[in-house]
Nanobody, 130 residues
């Protein structure tokens, strides 16, 4: 089982980036996949989650309305579109997965996602300049 993130980089305040999380070695259509981020000196936090099975989504309050998560079954990839970026969005962004696509992702990611999403990618750095 493997996840590979890509798409990070440098953006200006108000700018956009699209992150990708490509999966292999597991049943992508049965998965719940989440995006998390960790800024320097801070704890990791959940950003957004999606059920590949039924399309349910979850967003943290801090990104609601600015970020959009989506999945492409054919490419076995989950995307996170980041818009209206702010300096406080600067962090390493990770994706994680677990075979819980039939769960309510709000209950997974709004609760204790580490219990369910146990396979992690290596992360991709997003830096937003003021």
């Amino acid at each position: 089982v493997q996840l590979v993130e890509s798409g990070g980089g440098l953006a200006q305040t108000g700018g956009s980036l699209r992150l990708s999380c490509s999966g292999s070695g597991f049943a992508f259509r049965d998965a719940a996949i989440g995006w998390f981020r960790q800024a320097p000196g801070q704890e990791r936090e959940v950003v957004s989650c999606v059920s590949v099975s039924h399309g349910g989504t979850f967003y943290a309050d801090s990104v609601q309305g600015r970020f959009t998560i989506s999945s492409d079954d054919a490419k076995e990839t989950v995307y996170l579109q980041l818009q209206d970026l702010k300096p406080e969005d600067t962090a390493v962004y990770y994706c994680a997965t677990g075979p819980f696509g039939w769960y309510d992702v709000s209950s997974i990611c709004g609760g204790t996602p580490d219990r369910y999403l146990t396979v992690w990618g290596q992360g991709t750095l997003v830096t937003v300049s003021a």
